[in-house]
């Protein structure tokens, strides 16, 4: 069982920035592509951002690219989302996850390929 922890979570007005960091305890974890997605109250998860196991590499989704980045600090089993400009509609549930990359090199965007998850730590944004 992989226990991966998020934190930087929290409340911000719109414009506003937040931080996330996630830790994962993965023996292999510079093997793993690593993403981001959210869950808003009453939506389906939906793919935010993923990085590639050497940090070469990313792919957003449409809805945050400018605004959010993904990096990753493979000495430290940690990847991090910084969120600028954050609006309303960004509001949700934030969840990392461990993608073993079956099909490297692509990146993928669907939950189900990737193995591991955290808890999740809540976004507010306020209008």
């Known amino acids: 069982q992989v226990h991966m922890v998020e934190s930087g979570g929290g409340w911000v007005q719109a414009g506003g920035s937040l931080r996330l960091s996630c830790v994962a305890p993965?023996?292999?974890?510079?093997?793993?592509?690593m993403g981001w997605f959210r869950q808003a109250p009453g939506k389906e998860r939906e793919f935010v951002a993923t990085?590639?196991?050497?940090?070469?590499?990313?792919v957003y989704a449409d809805s945050v690219k400018g605004r959010f980045t993904v990096s990753r600090d493979n000495a430290k089993n940690t990847v991090y989302l910084q969120m600028d400009s954050l609006k309303p509609e960004d509001t949700a549930v934030y969840y990392c996850?461990?993608?073993?990359?079956?099909?490297?090199?692509?990146?993928?965007?669907?939950?189900?390929?990737?193995?591991?998850w955290g808890q999740g730590t809540q976004v507010t944004v306020s209008s």
């Open positions: 993965l023996e292999t974890f510079t093997t793993y592509a």
């Open positions: 990085i590639s196991w050497s940090g070469d590499s990313t």
């Open positions: 996850a461990a993608d073993p990359q079956r099909n490297y090199p692509l990146l993928s965007v669907v939950p189900g390929d990737y193995n591991y």
